[in-house]
């Protein structure tokens, strides 16, 4: 009887200590399991999902690229005309990301004391001499005695053309009158009126004065020009990003970048339905400009390790011409956004 006792009590214990196990063994299947349906980390939203993203362009090459983005409807983007209000725009907060010249990029870092990053490049060298009436320049030492009226005093139109002449033994002011106009609108105006017969300006302009213009050239492809004295690549837009928005919503700017990578790539390899797009966001007037011009804008998407050192290289290039291009001094590794 003592024997049969002790064995009902011990089947009692096991079946005690297996009702426990199997409580805690629930408890941790509904709690805390993130398989569980409904608790999927991976489904749930995060905050970055509706995270706005203040966008800014300036009109002309610089946005270009934009305008698929613009007509998806994600993001909402302003386009600016002149690139003294962008300045002052970005310096102010009012955007969080804006494309614009590089050597302006570099100059807000500086004002900014670091609170704007580079995070992608997207246009090239866009720059070509144009010429009215007969053909009399065929290479940059042609333009020794001569007038060009030009626009970008300040910005790397400036220091590109300055490069040029120098590396072809041709001096601003001595051999060769360079002519600031505030606007290129200002060049097109002296080209069309007749006071000026020689300009450099980038397209979309250059298309839209030589199908305004029927006796206005083409003569100088600048890039070209550049790529005969210079191993570095002529860079002339991309986008900055201010550092705290890249700090504090990484997630909700990588999103935009790749839809901006995306918008770049159909323009550039699109130009039929591409101009369509640029012209219904107001970036340039007209498609049958934009279409003519789209293939001349340069228009790229680069980041990352190649982005430094292309844009570091040109940068370089601009501070040795003239610390005050690039805002008094060469942007640190900072400056230079990696995902």
């Known amino acids: 009887m003592k024997r049969i006792l002790t064995l009902i009590l011990s089947l009692l214990m096991v079946v005690s200590f297996a009702a ?13 399991d993130p398989a569980t349906p409904g608790t999927d980390i991976e489904d749930m939203p995060t905050a970055e999902d509706n995270t706005p993203v203040r966008v800014a362009a300036l009109s002309g090459s610089t946005g270009v690229g934009m305008a698929k983005v613009m007509n998806d409807g994600k993001y909402t983007v302003d386009i600016i005309a002149e690139p003294n209000e962008m300045v002052a725009a970005v310096k102010t907060g009012k955007y969080d990301v804006a494309a614009l010249p590089v050597n302006v990029a570099a100059k807000l870092y500086k004002m900014t004391e670091g609170g704007v990053q580079v995070a992608a490049l997207n246009t090239l060298g866009v720059l070509h001499v144009l010429e009215n009436g007969e053909k009399t320049i065929t290479s940059i030492k ?24 120098e590396k072809n033994g041709l001096e601003v002011g001595k051999d060769v009158t360079v002519v600031y106009e505030a606007t290129a609108d200002g060049v097109v105006a002296a080209m069309t009126n007749g006071t000026a ?32 004295v210079c191993d570095t690549d002529v860079v002339q837009g991309c986008v900055v990003v201010s550092k705290k928005f890249a700090t504090e919503h990484k997630a909700a700017l990588d999103a935009f970048l790749a ?42 998407y680069i980041d990352g390790a190649e982005m430094k050192n292309t844009l570091s290289a040109f940068l370089n290039i ?7 291009s690039v805002g008094g001094a060469l942007p640190d590794d900072a400056f230079y956004y990696q995902k």
């Open 197 to 228: 017969t020689i300009c450099m300006l980038p397209e979309p302009k250059v298309t839209a004065v030589t199908m305004q213009i029927k006796t206005v050239n083409r003569v100088l492809d600048i890039t070209a020009e550049w790529n005969k």
């Open 20 to 32: 426990c196990g199997q409580k805690k063994n629930n408890a941790l299947t509904e709690d805390n």
């Open 142 to 165: 042609d333009l020794k005695g001569k007038t060009v009226y030009t626009t970008g005093e300040g910005a790397t139109p400036q220091y590109i053309l300055e490069y040029l002449l």
């Open 318 to 324: 601009l501070y040795t011409a003239d610390p005050a």
């Open 259 to 300: 839809a901006y990578k995306e918008s770049v790539e159909f323009i550039a390899n699109n130009p039929e339905e591409g101009s369509a797009l640029v012209e219904k966001t107001g970036i340039i007037a007209k498609a049958a400009i934009a279409k003519q011009a789209i293939p001349g804008c340069n228009l790229v």
